[in-house]
């Protein structure tokens, strides 16, 4: 009988720096959806669905059906609360780190109590841009840790399209 040799994974440490300012965010924000949002979400979704299914296009149909499954799992478990750190080497946020050297520029977007963010663009073409929810931190203080290592992009003003249509809709 062969034995197994079991591998440890070793773990990379990142050198991230010293903290200047963090706190703590929602993974993704949590929405209170009321049965009448499921009643019409699922009236929407069963409405193409059919439309799908009488045009042939049963791809269409079954991206339906998965947003559905997606959108009804999310709301079924509760997001973790992940923490947010700035520091003299990047920005860190959960497990995930961006180095400064791979950030173009960042905005800040306040207009409380709706729209508290922060985005990150990345010098990559294939990277999005990142929208971090600020919470209840105050955006001059996040501006003032951000300001001697990355860019401040002034010319956006407003949240992007899709961070505006996911907190309108609670999707």
């Known amino acids: 009988m062969p034995k197994r040799v079991e591998k440890q994974r070793e773990i990379e440490e990142i050198e991230v720096g010293d ?10 924000p949590p929405y209170d959806r009321s049965r009448w949002w499921y009643a019409i979400a699922g009236l929407i979704g069963s409405s ?5 299914v009488l045009t042939a296009n049963f791809l269409f149909a079954i991206i339906v059906l998965m947003m559905g ?21 990047g920005v ?26 922060i985005y990150l663009d990345f010098l990559g073409v294939l990277r999005p841009t990142l929208g971090i929810p600020l919470e209840d931190t105050d955006p001059n203080l996040v501006r003032e840790a951000l300001l001697p290592y990355a860019f401040e992009n002034l010319e956006r003003e407003d949240e992007n399209l899709t961070d505006m249509v996911r907190r309108l809709y609670k999707i």
Do not use: C, M
């Open 19 to 28: 903290e200047i300012i963090s706190w703590e965010t929602w993974e993704y």
């Open 48 to 52: 193409l669905i059919i439309y799908a």
């Open 69 to 89: 499954v997606i959108t009804l799992v999310n709301s079924l478990k509760q997001p973790d609360r992940i923490a947010v750190y700035i520091t003299t080497h």
């Open 92 to 117: 860190a946020i959960g497990q995930e780190f961006y180095p400064y050297k791979e950030i173009k520029d960042f905005s800040i977007i306040y207009e409380p109590p709706e729209v508290k963010l």
